[in-house]
């Protein structure tokens, strides 16, 4: 009766989360929104296949904006919390501006934690901002 025992091991991983790709249909549309809202300038990379954009990361977790076959933008499916810098306020402010909407204002997680927001990219996608304040 039942399955053997199992045995668990621990699992040493840093960051469960080691890359993102966030779809888009209007690729410069897309990369137009994220440079806007962080006040970055997104390295691109656009193949006869597809078309990328990075975020700038010197150290951690990077990503990128993506567009091709099989990128679908969605407001369904995993939730990816983006850094919102010191302060998500900030960032959350020119989600509008940039083609975007805000479906979930800046809310207190804990003190410990900080707070958190979603928003709907220019392209459809559901994503989230982290900070600390």
């Known amino acids: 009766m039942g399955g053997p025992a199992l045995s668990k091991k621990k699992i040493s991983v840093k960051d469960f989360v080691s890359w993102f ?16 809202i962080f006040d970055i300038e997104m390295t691109q990379n656009i193949t006869d296949v597809n078309s990328m954009a990075f975020f700038p990361v010197t150290t951690g977790i990077g990503g990128a904006v ?10 369904k499916g995993p939730l ?15 989600i509008e501006k940039a083609g975007g909407r805000v479906i ?18 220019s392209q459809g ?3 989230a901002l982290h900070s600390k304040n």
């Open 80 to 94: 990816i919390y983006l850094n919102g810098g010191k302060d998500l306020s900030k960032v959350l402010n020119k």
């Open 104 to 121: 979930m204002p800046k809310t207190l997680i804990s003190k410990e934690e900080g707070y958190f927001a979603i928003f709907i990219d």
């Open 66 to 75: 993506i567009s091709g076959p099989g990128s679908i933008p969605s407001d």
């Open 125 to 127: 996608n559901k994503l």
């Open 21 to 36: 790709e966030i779809p888009a249909l209007n690729f410069e549309q897309a990369v137009n929104f994220y440079n806007q």
